[in-house]
T-cell receptor, first 113, second 115 residues
Framework: SQQGEEDPQALSIQEGENATMNCSYK?????LQWYRQNSGRGLVHLIL?????REKHSGRLRVTLDTSKKSSSLLITASRAADTASYFC?????????????FGRGTSLIVHP | GAVVSQHPSRVICKSGTSVKIECRSL??????MFWYRQFPKQSLMLMAT?????????EQGVEKDKFLINHASLTLSTLTVTSAHPEDSSFYIC???????????FGPGTRLTVL
């Protein structure tokens, strides 16, 4: 099944720096969503970007989508220690009329205060 | 808005027993719910897609008789792990998608430990 793959697997930065995570996928998608997960907790939805969109912003988050390269990036600006978490991209593709989301392995982000 | 709850948040059971996990959409109707399993430091593995009023669609390699899914109403789906064994210990997460919507909203997860 289709799966997004995040890169890097782990990222360690200082508070105030920007963090960029990338996601690549294999086949056509309907949309791509980014999620955040704190250790041992559920997932929090961050941003959804549709296949006909190229860029979206939400607060300190900026997501881009390049369907020709089958890739997306998540940029967190002016990072904070509280941004420490795992970040996943999920690609939604159609299956039998429904959109089935599949997840990549995630990027583990550590922001040092 | 768009809150999904799971119950219980944590369960410890003996090998051979069955465990039921509930997933509820609290402020919206979810025609579709998804059940995932996550091992430590791993990604979420989709187990099955649950559609209200119909049978669940299981992913390849997931035993439907082992993991029983019921989606009896637009706000509730249940996952029952039957005859649980230690290898079933994992973090189980559900998500719900509103009718006509694209965004999935996730529950907080259930930590299952089978002794």
């Amino acid at each position: 099944s289709q799966q997004g793959e995040e890169d890097p697997q782990a990222l360690s930065i200082q508070e105030g720096e920007n963090a960029t995570m990338n996601c690549s996928y294999k086949t056509s998608i309907n949309n791509l969503q980014w999620y955040r997960q704190n250790s041992g907790r559920g997932l929090v939805h961050l941003i959804l970007i549709r296949s006909n969109e190229r860029e979206k912003h939400s607060g300190r988050l900026r997501v881009t989508l390049d369907t020709s390269k089958k890739s997306s990036s998540l940029l967190i600006t002016a990072s904070r220690a509280a941004d420490t978490a795992s970040y996943f991209c999920a690609t939604a593709h159609a299956s039998g009329g429904s959109y089935i989301p599949t997840f990549g392995r995630g990027t583990s982000l550590i922001v040092h205060p | 808005g768009a809150v999904v709850s799971q119950h219980p948040s944590r369960v410890i059971c003996k090998s051979g027993t069955s465990v039921k996990i509930e997933c509820r959409s609290l402020d919206f109707q979810a025609t579709t719910m998804f059940w995932y399993r996550q091992f430590p430091k791993q990604s979420l593995m989709l187990m099955a897609t649950s559609n209200e009023g119909s049978k669940a669609t299981y992913e390849q390699g997931v035993e439907k008789d082992k993991f029983l899914i019921n989606h009896a109403s637009l706000t509730l789906s249940t996952l029952t792990v039957t005859s649980a064994h230690p290898e079933d210990s994992s973090f189980y997460i559900c998500s719900a998608r509103a009718s006509g919507g694209d965004t999935q909203y996730f529950g907080p997860g259930t930590r299952l430990t089978v002794l």
